[in-house]
């Protein structure tokens, strides 16, 4: 039995998290929302577990996305953004799962 790919997408605001899991459900994809994406992806990692992150932050600081880009995220998206470079990154997620 497949599973489908576990992405994470993490945004600090709690309405963009609302329309993007509503984005990445209209694609035909599970979504769930949760934990700061820092702590999500140091817990992740601690667990031995790559799973595919996408940040999302207003803030874009220099410092952060050096971090998670490092730790091993897909990307790191400033606000605003188009809709087509977050679809994108979640392909490129989809493959990365699949080689998994």
Known sequence: MQHAPVIS???????????????????????????DGVDLQKSLLAQGRRIPIIFVTAFPEERL???????????FLSKPFESETLIKLIDKAIETGRKT
């Open 9 to 35: 997408i993490i945004d600090d605001d709690e309405s963009m998290r609302c329309a993007i899991k509503s984005l990445v459900t209209s694609l035909g994809l599970d979504a769930h929302t949760g934990l």
């Open 65 to 75: 996305r050096a971090r998670a880009i490092e730790a091993g995220a897909l990307g």
